[in-house]
């Protein structure tokens, strides 16, 4: 059975909206269904020894299972620590702050588990939170401000025309075969003035003294070459140092600002912070090797092929020193045009 892609979790009942005050016409859209506990397997299929979403359209290749999410959030507690302890970038505070005529509203996209939705919710309580993605995972009690829904992000969202004040998006490229269009879908619910917020790896290992990767790492250069062409033969072809183009050729937004956040893996010298990160960066990295495993064995290749891949990326991201990877960070707003 295909399950809802316009659903509400968690039922009604279980970390509802608390207060008139919460509940509005976009908490009510009758496009939204509300997902009892009984159909949540419907939205899984197990392969490989992992979960993974059962969403036939989407060519999202990670798992969905509890492995996955721990994973996803010492990512996300690992960016948090980069950034001295915030779990956003760009003028978040000037564009959520209080406003006595309207509630303001934030679309999280690919939420995942829900974890900045949950961390962000209690910080700005006169916010609404949205978090959206293909598969109920995120907490069934879920701060009073806060609302998650599953929905296919590559499909028209359903909020009207100039309803969220920002949109907040993470680890999508893997999921969205035209990220073009995502943008002018972003561009259409976000108001002027309105915030977009993106980050997003680059797919690649790299060394830190600019020499070649594929001669000092052979293993990780070839499983990360190998990657980009499985990912290609499933329509993805998008890359994170794209976005601020797609921005820019939309035509709806201004005060594009890009960077890339270089990440050393392993030890640093002199700097134990540094290092710290650097392995908890080394053993993420190595955990979406592992994650990777199944889209390798969906696309026809041998068992003993995806093994012998995945040991020589292992190798090379444990014993070469100076690999580095690079995380893409954009935020712009949405202009008054168009």
Known sequence: MMPDVNALWPPNGAGSDGGDDDTDEYDSDSSVTTINSDRIGDYFTVRHGRRFHSHGNSPYPLPSDGIEMERLRGEHDGFSLLMNGSIFFGPVNQVLANDQERRKRVLDLCTGQGVWVVQ???????????????????TRYPPLNAQFEVHDVTEPLRWPDRSIDMVHVRNALLGIRDYPRLVR?????????????????????????????AYAAPGAHAFYQCISGVLQQRGIFSRGHEIPGYLHHSGRFTQINARAQQIMLGDVDDDQSLTDLGIQFR????????????????????????????????????????LKVVSYIVHARRNNFV
Request: a neutral charge; zero cysteines.
């Open 120 to 138: 962000m919710a209690p910080r700005y309580p006169h916010v609404k939170f949205y978090g959206v993605d293909i598969v109920p995972l995120a």
């Open 283 to 322: 053993n993420l990295t190595l955990q979406w090797g592992n994650a990777m495993r199944g889209m390798l064995l969906d696309s026809g290749r041998t068992a003993a092929n995806v093994d012998a891949l995945l040991g020589a990326f292992s190798h090379d991201v444990q014993n070469v020193q100076g």
């Open 185 to 213: 879908e972003v561009a259409r619910v976000l108001r002027p003035g309105g915030l977009f917020l993106s980050r997003e790896w680059a797919l690649g290992i790299y060394m830190a003294d600019g020499s070649s990767v």
